[in-house]
């Protein structure tokens, strides 16, 4: 049915959600900011940046935000993430049908290429992009249509996954199909009333459209 799966990372095929919102609900208390945990899981999808402007007052933001790169970047931090147990067994499965497979992550460029090396999953992809290679990130459509021209596919032979409504947003924005998973900030009702292609409980649910 599709020619090129594109996955997000957090929440679709790294276990980090809470990991994320650890981190954020650190910095904000730190601040003086008390902030819903719906609230902050709603701006998951957009750079962290977007996330803390969204939330800090304009006299602290860049301090939150330079307080929350130096945290982010600790490898005790980064240690914590880990894949979903299937993960690799889902792009193994994907990849043995002759899918071209991306990433196309919010994340910065170290951090990325940290998860990717770390579990091995730069052997399943044929292409990767991250916020740091596009002018706008999620929602914005550029890292879809990157990834559209790489692989030089039309949009009805394209398929993004993620996990977040700016994920959703970024896939209708570019014109190409959405399934959610509900690995990450989104529970089913909260997906549905999203109207994405596909809902799936994980990534384990794309297998039946390959």
Sequence with gaps: MFKV???????????????????FEKV????????????????????D?????????????????????????DKTFLNKFKTFPFTAKVLTEIKSKGIKISVATGNNNKIMNFILKK???????????????????????????????FFKVKKKDLIYI??????????????????????????RKSAEKLKPDFIFEDVRGVLELV
């Design 49 to 73: 940046k977007e996330i803390i402007s969204f939330f800090a007052k304009k006299e602290k933001r860049e301090e939150m935000i330079d307080f929350f790169e130096v945290k982010k970047k």
């Design 5 to 23: 799966v594109v996955f997000d990372l957090d929440g679709t095929l790294i276990d980090s959600i809470n990991i994320w919102l650890s981190l």
């Design 162 to 187: 993620g996990d977040s409504p700016h994920d959703v947003k970024m896939a209708r924005n570019a014109g190409v199909k959405i399934g959610v998973v509900l690995t990450g900030v989104l529970d």
């Design 119 to 149: 579990y091995d999953l730069n052997k399943f992809l044929d292409y990767h992009i991250c916020a740091e290679e596009v002018k706008k990130g999620k929602p914005n459509p550029e890292m879809l249509l990157k990834v559209l021209k």
């Design 28 to 47: 904000f208390k730190k601040y003086g900011l008390d902030v819903n945990e719906n609230c902050i899981k709603n701006q998951f999808g957009k750079q």
